[in-house]
């Protein structure tokens, strides 16, 4: 059963005496162009709490809802880093009391974001009309894979199912042989979690500038879709086949893909233009395919000729041949290789806080600079301080205390 709020002890929706002021808020000032505004999270997986990390690495005060246990996919929340920059509550929101202490930060936020399968937020006592019951300005951001219809949506399913029905997955990969795996940076990340962020920031300003809140729905398919509009333009003009590694941008052009060294390693080639493609072919010493390049029928041929080249040195000797040069090659890194780059170590690509090299914030800012300003929060180890801070005081009932352990798993 959901409590009812007391008006005595359940803010109303904010005002201008009662918003956040950036200059109070813990660690806002200077910290990114969001300070001030105030998220809630409730705990979830994969593009959720990524989008709540851009978020607050953007300066916004998170504030994430964990569960008594943890995600079922959780790590170890030392190391999750996409729990950076926020601060944890512990809540059960199947305890009777649980809805109305969510609902009691709900009325002091400008954004909530929530990640459950359609309609389980509603049935939880947390989903859009109870919330914008309690702040009509609030902009609540809905993150699923399918969407919030559809046949659909109630179904179970992750990342590389999303992006296999929008027809992205069999883009990519070699003829005859099994898509690869993108891990999970095509539908969560770029398709969910960065249209979830852009739908939001949207929203809020909409809410600002209108006093009116409003519900997003993020769907991973919606966006991931949304990714390939170029493809499609492409392939309507029919300057795209519908078919694996016969384009431009998707294997088939021999002068836009990756080549193995002789060590094992891989190079990454990109020499589209002509000029590009000029300077590519004579640093590989093949000044016979100068003019191939705008002829498929020879395309077979190059690819094997460029085969042959990078095979016969390492990826060192090859990088020394491109370096400084415009003819579009990189070597292929690995993650724990990509931190120490010249040219990402120079701009701070990374970053290391507490021991964790991490990717640093990212786009800049030149006026509201950006930071790592906390390492991944504790399940349950800001509860004091957020109902100090918001002004919720029954959020520091007796269920949410800090996690025993901060460094032990979540339970699987």
């Known amino acids: 059963m959901t409590t009812t709020p007391d008006a005595a002890d359940a803010p109303d929706a904010p005002d201008a005496a009662n918003a956040v002021n950036a200059a109070d808020a813990p660690d806002a000032a200077g910290h990114g162009p969001l300070a001030g505004v105030r998220v809630v999270e409730l705990a979830g997986i994969g593009p959720g709490p990524f989008a709540a990390m851009l978020l607050a690495d953007l300066g916004a005060d998170v504030v994430r809802v964990d569960r008594p246990g943890g995600p079922s996919l959780g790590i170890d929340p030392a190391h999750d880093v996409t729990n950076r920059n926020k601060r944890s509550v512990l809540v059960d929101l199947k305890a009777p009391d649980g809805p109305a202490r969510v609902l009691d930060l709900a009325a002091r936020a400008d954004v909530l974001l929530e990640g459950n399968r359609p309609g389980v937020a509603e049935r939880l006592g947390v989903g859009p009309e109870a919330?914008?019951?309690?702040?009509?300005?609030?902009?609540?951001?809905?993150?699923?894979?399918?969407?919030?219809?559809?046949?659909?949506?109630?179904?179970?399913?992750?990342?590389?199912?999303?992006?296999?029905?929008?027809?992205?997955?069999?883009?990519?990969?070699?003829?005859?042989?099994?898509?690869?795996?993108p891990a999970n940076l095509l539908g969560d990340y770029a398709g969910g979690s960065l249209y979830l962020v852009v739908g939001v920031l949207a929203a809020l300003h909409h809410a600002r500038a209108t006093g009116t809140g409003q519900v997003v729905d993020a769907a991973v398919v919606d966006g991931t879709a949304h990714l390939s509009a170029m493809i499609h333009g492409m392939l309507s003009a029919g300057n795209w086949q519908d078919r694996r590694a016969a384009n431009l941008l998707d294997g088939g052009c021999p002068y836009y893909g990756t080549y193995e060294t002789a060590d094992g390693g891989h190079m990454a080639v990109g020499a589209l233009e002509p000029r590009f493609y000029d300077e590519f072919v004579r640093l590989l010493g093949l000044d016979g395919f100068a003019d191939a390049r705008t002829d498929p029928t020879r395309w077979g041929d190059l690819r094997e000729a460029v085969a042959a080249r990078f095979a016969s040195r390492t990826r060192a000797q090859w990088t020394a041949v491109f370096e400084d040069t415009d003819a579009c090659v990189a070597p292929v890194l690995s993650l724990r290789e990509a931190p120490h780059h010249p040219h990402l170590a120079a701009r701070g690509t990374f970053t290391d806080h507490d021991g964790l090299t991490q990717p640093a914030p990212a786009p800049r800012f030149s006026a509201t600079p950006t930071a790592v300003r906390g390492g991944p929060a504790r399940p349950g180890a800001d509860t004091a301080a957020v109902a100090r801070d918001w002004g919720v005081p029954r959020l520091a009932g007796p269920r949410e205390t800090p996690h025993p352990d901060p460094h032990r798993k979540a339970s699987p």
């Not at 559809?150 to 992006?163: C, F, K, N, S, V």
């Open 131 to 181: 919330c914008h019951a309690r702040n009509p300005r609030l902009v609540y951001g809905r993150m699923t894979g399918w969407g919030q219809d559809g046949p659909l949506a109630r179904r179970a399913g992750h990342d590389i199912d999303y992006i296999a029905l929008t027809g992205t997955l069999g883009m990519i990969g070699a003829p005859g042989t099994p898509p690869p795996v």
